[in-house]
Structures are given as C-alpha cells and as structure tokens.
C-alpha cells in the first residue's frame, strides 16, 4: 500500500492526467483511512463483465473466473473494478451488487483504492465513465460510488 500510494500521482501523470487532478491525489489519499491491517480476502484484481458465469434461465450469477494475479488484502480494493467495470460508475447498480455481501464502503475509499490499484488509469476511466464538471476527487468518488 505505501508503494502505490508514493507512485500514485507519477502513474496517472504517466498516463496522461492533467495537473489540476495530479495536485489533488496526495491529499485526498492523506484523507481516506485506509486499513493498515484490514481483514485479509483472497481478491480477483480486476474484476470485469466478462468474468461473471451466468445462468440464462432467469439470469443468476452462477460464479466468477479469469483469476488475474490474485493476491490478498482488503476486500474493497476488490470492488474498485466492480464499480468501474461491472456497474460502470452507476452507484445504483453498485448498491444493488453489493447488498447480498452485506457491506458497503464509503465512495472516497473506493476512489482511494481506485487510485492505488496496481492497473489504476484515470484519464481512461474518466473518458469512459465521465466526471462532474467541478472536477475534484471527492465528487469523483460520489458520481462513480456514490450511495445510492
């Protein structure tokens, strides 16, 4: 976690963010509580639409496949991708996903997460999922995970 978060702002400046966003990072991150020794889940990586199994009678999720460099951590960082891929920054659909786990996690950190993730790219998210005009980092975390 302190690797990502002391290369976060060089890694979205490497893909293209302008400045107004990159000045921001740090001290968004300095305001998410992040775990320091969060409960420990096998996570996916980069969960994406096209790893859900789905039974076509009735459309129920059946399982989950294509394990990408799996590792272990907090079990939001996980949820990065759902709200990114699977939900597409619709906090609605997000809300609906996750209820049967019984959780939730604050929008600010799963942006945190979001800019810490090791495939983290948010010129290209944004260009995909759009952002509010006034182009701060916590309206972010509420347009893309916000409680709905």
Do not use: K
């Not at 604050?106 to 759009?130: C, D, F, K, M, Q």
Request: net charge negative.
């Amino acid at each position: 976690m302190d690797r990502q978060r002391s290369g976060a702002v060089e890694r979205q400046r490497e893909r293209g963010r302008p400045a107004a966003w990159l000045e921001q990072i740090p001290e968004f991150l300095a305001s998410v509580p992040l775990p320091r020794a969060p409960h420990r889940s096998l996570l996916h990586n980069e969960v994406m639409q096209q790893h859900f199994l789905v039974d076509p009678d009735g459309w129920r999720l059946t399982g989950l496949c294509d394990f990408e460099p799996a590792m272990i951590g907090f079990r939001a960082y996980d949820f990065v991708g759902v709200g990114l891929f699977v939900t597409r920054g619709d906090p609605q659909r997000l809300a609906r996903l996750t209820r049967p786990y019984d959780t939730s996690f604050a929008p600010a950190e799963l942006l945190a997460y979001t800019l810490l993730h090791v495939y983290s790219n948010l010129p290209w998210y944004i260009r995909e999922l759009g952002a509010p005009a006034d182009g701060t980092l916590p309206s972010l975390a509420e347009a893309w995970f916000g409680t709905a």
